[in-house]
């Protein structure tokens, strides 16, 4: 969760961390932003006082790095803000950025199940997964959910020519993608296993 319109400013993090298709640890931090004008209290109920006494970003990193260590990906939903905020933070601070991919959860619930719209609750709805929306750990554990559930197995450097059959262009679709996917030319939706 994110305090204002700046990515640096997260407030809150939820980490759950999946091996073997089993959610193995899970942590939550409240953070103190660099600005102490809170915009998005409204939204999550975080509030200035919640957070002044917490660690800052940097202060905190030495405790959450360790979960992240070792990762295939990371999954989030809508995951370029949420990769945004993570390397804002990092950069903010001086902190290398974790290199592993994100994976986003929009896309794969998407993809696997051709759900729309396909906002947080809406996908949980579905896949009857509990959330308290915009706690950061509920979240999370909501995305770690949607991976499980879709059985995916992680991103793959290695592709296979799929072509579309609307307009037959080639598309380039990770060895192991099971589920629907959407062309990038005619944006025609077809069920592709790889």
């Known amino acids: 969760e994110t305090a204002d319109r700046y990515k640096d400013s997260a407030c809150a993090v ?3 961390r999946v091996e073997g298709g089993k959610v193995v640890n899970k942590v939550h931090y409240l953070i103190r932003p660099p600005r102490q004008d809170i915009e998005f209290t409204h939204i999550h109920g975080i509030s ?3 957070v002044a006494e917490q660690p800052s970003f940097a202060e905190l990193w030495p405790t959450i790095e360790p979960m992240l260590q070792g990762v295939d990906f990371f999954a989030a939903h809508n995951a ?3 990769r945004g905020v993570l390397h804002a933070c990092c950069e903010a601070h001086g902190i290398n950025q974790p290199s592993p991919t994100f994976v986003c959860t929009v896309k794969l619930a998407r993809d696997t199940w051709n759900i729309r719209p396909t906002k947080l609750p809406n996908v949980c709805e579905y896949l009857d997964i509990p959330l308290n929306h915009h706690n950061a ?3 999370a554990e909501a995305c770690a959910r949607i991976v499980i559930s879709a059985n995916y197995p992680g991103p793959s450097n290695r592709k296979i020519a799929v072509h579309c ?4 262009v ?3 679709v990770p060895q192991g993608r099971n ?3 959407t062309c990038l030319r005619c944006q025609h939706q077809f069920s592709v296993k790889t």
Do not use: K, T, Y
């Open 14 to 16: 939820g980490l759950v």
């Open 48 to 50: 200035w006082q919640d």
């Open 80 to 82: 370029s803000f949420d």
């Open 137 to 139: 750990l509920s979240d």
């Open 165 to 168: 059959p609307s307009c037959s």
């Open 170 to 172: 080639p598309l380039g």
């Open 179 to 181: 589920g629907r996917i």
